[in-house]
Every structure is written in structure tokens, then in C-alpha cells.
């Protein structure tokens, strides 16, 4: 839930009209706290408080229940006007809006451990031949770390075609 500040909510962007958002359910809106709670259907006491807290913190640029705006690139996603912390700002201002939340994965950090080539390697680093993974078979060349857009496509991409390299060599091409 938040104000549609300038960095948007999921989908909907602070530039776009959101009428149609609006229509189909995507966002949800109400002038006060309580009474997106009751559209949302969640108790409504229960949001206001957890909003009360969140905007103790936030006053002061702090979100210790969920950590946002902790490194870099989260900030570079966030509101540079806001000078505490470009992720979090107090949600004290209506109307509030509420998203559905769905979970699900874009990538992987961790998979099967490759050489420059993308041949995959045994534990003792010997490579198997014949054998390459690229993409999220592979594991990650940043190692758990996601240092901004493109850290997943980027080297999948890379990886792919330097396997198809290696490929070709053992081929004779
Ligand atoms: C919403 C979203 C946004 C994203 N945004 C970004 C971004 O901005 N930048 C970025 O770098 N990454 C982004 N990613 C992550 C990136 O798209 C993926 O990490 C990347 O596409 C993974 O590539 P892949 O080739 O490993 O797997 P996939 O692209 O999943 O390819 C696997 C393919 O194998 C096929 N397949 C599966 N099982 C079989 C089978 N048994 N037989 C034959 N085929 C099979 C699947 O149909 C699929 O086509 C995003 C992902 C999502 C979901």
C-alpha cells in the first residue's frame, strides 16, 4: 500500500492515467487508511496501526520491519526527492492505494557451477565434457548479488553464446 508518489505502485505509473487499472481491479483507492482496509477486505484496525508504526520509522527515512532502501540499487529505483531515504517516505496523505502482491521468481543466484566457457565442472573443477548451462542452470557470475537491470539477461545471453563458441571449436568450425 502507498501513496502514488512519483515512482509509481507495480504497474501503475504516476505518468499514465489510471482509470483503467482502477476498473479492473489491478489498484485499488480510498481517501483514508480505514477505509482502503475495508475495500481490501482486512480488518481495518490492524492497517491503521501498521501504517502508524511504519510512518514512525519512515519520518525519519528508517524501515526496520522490512529493511527497504538499504543499498543502492533499490535506491536508484526509488524517489531521489526524497531526501531521508528514496524508498521510504510516511504514507500520510491520501488517497492510498492497494496491489495485489503475487509471489514469484525472475532468476537465480545460485545453480550449477561452470568455467569462462560455461562447461559445467565437476567438485574437483575438472570440466565434463560435452556438458555446458547457461542462463538459470548456471550459477550466478555476480554471486548473490543483483548489481542492476539486465543481471540475469545479460549474462545468459553472454554465456549462451560463448558456449555456442566453445561448441563450435570442439565441432571444428
Ligand atoms: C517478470 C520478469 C521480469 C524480468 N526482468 C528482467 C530484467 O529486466 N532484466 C534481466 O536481466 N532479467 C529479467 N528477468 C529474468 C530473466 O528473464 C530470466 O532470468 C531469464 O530469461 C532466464 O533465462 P533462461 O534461458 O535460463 O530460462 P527461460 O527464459 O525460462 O528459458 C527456459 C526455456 O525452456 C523451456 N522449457 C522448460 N522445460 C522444457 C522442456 N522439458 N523441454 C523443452 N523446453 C523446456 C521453457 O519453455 C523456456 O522457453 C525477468 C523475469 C521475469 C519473470
Not at 146 to 151: D, V
Request: one cysteine or more; charged letters at 20%.
Amino acid at each position: 500500500m502507498a501513496e502514488l508518489g512519483s515512482p509509481g505502485l507495480g504497474y501503475a505509473k504516476p505518468f499514465l492515467p489510471l482509470g483503467n487499472l482502477l476498473r479492473t481491479g489491478y489498484l485499488v483507492r480510498a481517501d483514508s487508511v480505514g477505509g482502503l482496509a475495508e475495500r481490501i477486505g482486512i480488518d481495518s484496525s490492524v492497517l491503521e496501526e501498521t501504517i502508524s508504526n511504519y510512518n514512525t520509522h519512515a519520518q525519519r527515512g528508517e524501515d526496520p520491519e522490512f529493511g527497504k532502501g538499504k543499498d543502492l540499487y533499490c535506491h536508484y529505483l526509488g524517489d531521489p526527492g526524497n531526501s531521508y531515504n528514496p524508498n521510504v517516505a510516511p504514507l500520510d496523505k491520501g488517497p492510498y492505494y492497494a496491489v495485489w502482491m503475487y509471489a514469484g521468481d525472475i532468476g537465480n543466484f545460485a545453480g550449477i557451477r561452470t568455467d569462462e566457457h560455461a562447461r559445467v565442472l565437476r567438485t574437483d573443477s575438472s570440466v565434463i565434457p560435452g556438458l555446458f548451462a547457461v542462463g538459470n542452470d548456471m550459477a550466478s557470475v555476480f554471486r548473490g548479488s543483483y548489481p542492476g537491470g539486465g543481471s540475469l539477461i545479460g549474462p545468459a545471453m553472454t554465456f549462451g553464446f560463448t558456449a555456442a563458441r566453445c561448441l563450435a571449436k570442439q565441432e571444428g568450425n
